[in-house]
């Protein structure tokens, strides 16, 4: 059998969503900065998709260990 890296440090499930709620987090707030320091005049609008973004981070979070 034919084993490729290290097979006690593989993701599972958990992992994965507590992962991509990090990124997608960090990405929400990252869209919301750039919409304060750069864009002014569209701050509403990349505040509501920087404000989706955490949303759904959220929901990743929460969702760790039900699925």
């Known amino acids: 059998?034919?084993?490729?890296?290290?097979?006690?440090?593989?993701l599972n499930k958990n992992?994965?969503?507590?992962y991509a709620a990090l990124i997608m987090g960090l990405l929400g707030v990252a869209i919301v900065a750039v919409g304060y320091f750069l864009y002014r005049?569209?701050?509403?609008g990349?505040?509501?998709v920087g404000a989706g973004f955490i949303a759904v981070a959220w929901?990743?979070?929460a969702l760790r260990g039900r699925v």
């Not at 059998?1 to 593989?10: A, E, F, K, R």
Request: no cysteine; net charge neutral.
């Open 1 to 10: 059998m034919l084993v490729i890296g290290n097979p006690s440090m593989s």
């Open 46 to 48: 990349f505040g509501l």
């Open 59 to 61: 929901t990743f979070n």
């Open 41 to 44: 005049e569209y701050l509403v």
């Open 15 to 18: 992992k994965i969503f507590g």
